[in-house]
């Protein structure tokens, strides 16, 4: 109760970074949605809730993205290492670079990691000619339309919904099932993701 632990934080989701200690949550992704917590500190949120408590004391030292927490472990057993993926319910990465390349922020000496946050590629429009009208179906009735448009084809989050969708049309055009679908495959998010691993 007395000692004061000292927590990394990973946060998986776009942030403004201000500080090592504070990010600034732009928008929830991966069909995530809290009240009070966009525009916000969630730094400042997570210790106001662990005061709250009041049964112990943490003193967040970090806070980073999961693909960055996942290229720092690697790079804690190998040097080497220069990018961090993440590819599950949602997807993104981040890589090393000369800060001299890096418009956003001031300086030239060293290097730092950028995180692209690359689920959002697509969001002005530059996937457009390669969104299939399933891939539109899932942006429409998602809890963030028209955002994080590339996670939205590939990740975890979405594939099961994507196979329910094309497997519908399937049925739809007589060409599985005789043409007679399940009430269970006419219903959103019936398909769960874990099922096309099962199955294949």
């Known amino acids: 109760k007395h000692k004061k632990l000292p927590l990394g934080f990973t946060f998986s989701f776009p942030v403004r970074h201000e500080d090592l200690d504070k990010g600034i949550l732009l928008n929830w992704t991966k069909g995530f949605k809290a009240s009070g917590a966009e525009g916000n500190n969630v730094v400042g949120l997570l210790r106001d809730a662990i005061k709250r408590r009041g049964d112990f004391e943490m003193d967040v030292v970090a806070m980073v993205n999961d693909t960055v927490a996942t290229m720092i472990s690697c790079y804690y057993e190998d040097r080497s290492c220069e990018v961090g993926m993440i590819v599950g319910t949602g997807c993104n990465a981040c890589y090393m670079e000369e800060m001299r390349k890096v418009e956003l922020v001031e300086g030239e000496e060293g290097r730092m990691c950028v995180n692209t946050e690359w689920g959002a590629f697509g969001d002005n429009g530059e996937l457009e000619d390669f969104r299939l009208e399933y891939d539109r179906v ?18 975890g989050k979405y594939m099961g ?5 094309v497997l519908l049309k399937l049925v739809n055009e007589n060409l599985l099932f005789n043409g007679d679908a399940s009430e269970l495959l006419k219903t959103r998010g019936a398909f769960e993701t874990r099922f096309v691993s099962q199955i294949e």
């Open 138 to 155: 899932i942006d429409e009735t998602s809890l963030n339309p028209g955002h994080q448009l590339y996670e939205k084809l590939i990740g």
């Open 161 to 165: 919904e994507l196979v329910r969708l």
